[in-house]
């Protein structure tokens, strides 16, 4: 498979959105002593790799997942009333518009992102960077649609990260990073591969900065996770709707570096 | 078990297809369990329900199997006793909890739960329902997982609006000076059919477990959910606003984005991981705000 030239672009580190001010809590568990060397690194990267980026992964192929299936459920203004299941449908109301109901199952993801990061710390560091992911997206990948003048009123719809904008203002980071890698014209592996990546890359980097290590050591460390980074992405990819048996690994020992670091005096990093 | 993690729970009842990939679930469970059977496994389902009468908690069922067997020990207060050992690989046990509206049922155990190896996994699911203006306290003994061991937990909370819960899980790895089997522990909590908590914990891949970012140098972690918190009026916010988490050595409270709080503790024994726990628990009760941090 080729790779989508859009992937390299959400996920280098020089895109503007923010990343390099988070370390995913590399710099607490620095200042803590638990990764003071290459091999701590090593280790803290991979079980990152494993928990948070797994599950960011998974968030992120369910993402662009609904992003591909919101371009293809035709005008806004029809009723789709079998996207949200008999129940949810009920609750908003006979025959939710194809509007509603994406606004609805956007903000039903990202409030099965939220169960998964018990950390308000963690929460605060994913929405900080998915609102400027998506501010960023959507001037990179602007709905066709919208400048559309040939559709008629009732097909002239938003794009995926329009409608995750309009239902989540500041949603988080992988939700965010699946709606963009969508709107990129990338797969939903795609996305968990990029979210993955980004679960390690910042704090890898963090890391040299902050332990003053070899650079190119650290990067071998991250050559030697490429293929957890595949095993993680094709992993993360098969879970479709109901989204409540998505991957929630936890890691407890980053929900606590997360809100010590938050409370820390002096800090480098935001996260 | 294969340590990918694959979650096989559905939680949200307001749904019938996510019933019936419950329903699914437990089925592939037991397929699975039956054909790794060697020596005859055990199947058990233990069940309570409570109901009001007259204004007060009366348990209506008490229904249990061996080795799953529940003693009622006070109005409202049921302990599991343990009647065998194990679970051993391939036993399956269930533990069903009906908390009717407005009435209160306490859990507790006698003892520890021992999970030793055996042929294929053991399995405990627990499924418990909590109706509006009804109160759970879950807190059993510690699981812990003997050297070899192949284990499955499977807990789903639903929670109506105006429903309360505590919630305690602690898993030891291993007993004292020994190796954890393996384990995958899946949680998942529901709030007015809303998603409030999800967790994962896989014990038995050392690469993991030890990294500094998942439990580091501890062997036991515990976790209690608590849900509302008494102290602040249970409003469902999306943002992070409002949420101050308490932090200390091994132990985290941590409001969600839900109306409820989870204590996360790590610790390198049991006697510590309570403590732990305990402290947070009572943070997060609002009952011991500003008291000694532990150590």
Known sequence: MAV??????????????GGHAHSGGTEQAIATGTVH?????????????????????????????????SSRTGACAQPWPEALGASRAEALGTSPTRSEALGALWILLDAEADARTASPAQRAASRTQGRLLLRVARRLWPSPTLDDLTAGPDLRCPGALDDLALAVPNPHHPIALGAAAHAAGASPEDAALAAAYHAITGPATAAVRLLGLDPVAVHGLLADLTPDLATTASDATPYSRPWAELPARSAPALDLLAERHAGAKVRLFVS | MTDTGSPETASDTSSDAQEGTWANTLAAVEQRAQTDIGRRAMR???AVATSLAGGRTVISRLSSMPPLTLRQTGPQTVY????????????????????????????????????????????????????????????????????????????????????RAFWREEIVFGRYGEAPGRCHARFDATYDGRPLLRQEYTVGGPAIDAS????????????TLITPPPATPPVVTPSEAASEAV??????????????????????DAVALRRRLEWGEGIALGSLAGAARPT
Do not use: K, W
């Open chain 1, 4 to 17: 989508n030239p859009a992937l390299l672009l959400l996920t280098d580190s020089r895109l503007p959105a």
């Open chain 1, 37 to 69: 060397d290459l091999a701590s690194l090593a280790a803290f990267l991979r079980g990152r790799l494993h928990t948070s980026g797994h599950v960011a992964a998974a968030l992120a192929a369910a993402a662009c997942a609904l992003g591909e299936e």
């Open chain 2, 44 to 46: 058990a389902r233990a």
């Open chain 2, 80 to 163: 599991l006793v343990s009647t065998a050992a194990g679970p051993l690989g391939g036993d399956r046990l269930d533990l069903d909890l009906d908390i009717a509206p407005g009435t209160s049922l306490e859990v507790g155990s006698v003892a520890g739960t021992l999970v030793l190896p055996g042929s294929g996994e053991s399995v405990m699911a627990i499924s418990a329902r909590v109706g509006a203006g009804a109160a759970l306290r879950f807190a059993p003994q510690p699981t812990v997982l003997a050297a070899g061991c192949a284990h499955r937990l499977v807990v789903r909370l639903t929670l109506a609006a105006g429903a």
């Open chain 2, 212 to 223: 500094p970012a998942v439990y580091g140098d501890a062997r036991c972690i515990g976790t």
């Open chain 2, 247 to 268: 932090v200390a050595e091994g132990v985290a409270v941590l409001p969600l984005a839900g109306p409820g709080v989870l204590v996360s503790a790590l610790a390198t």
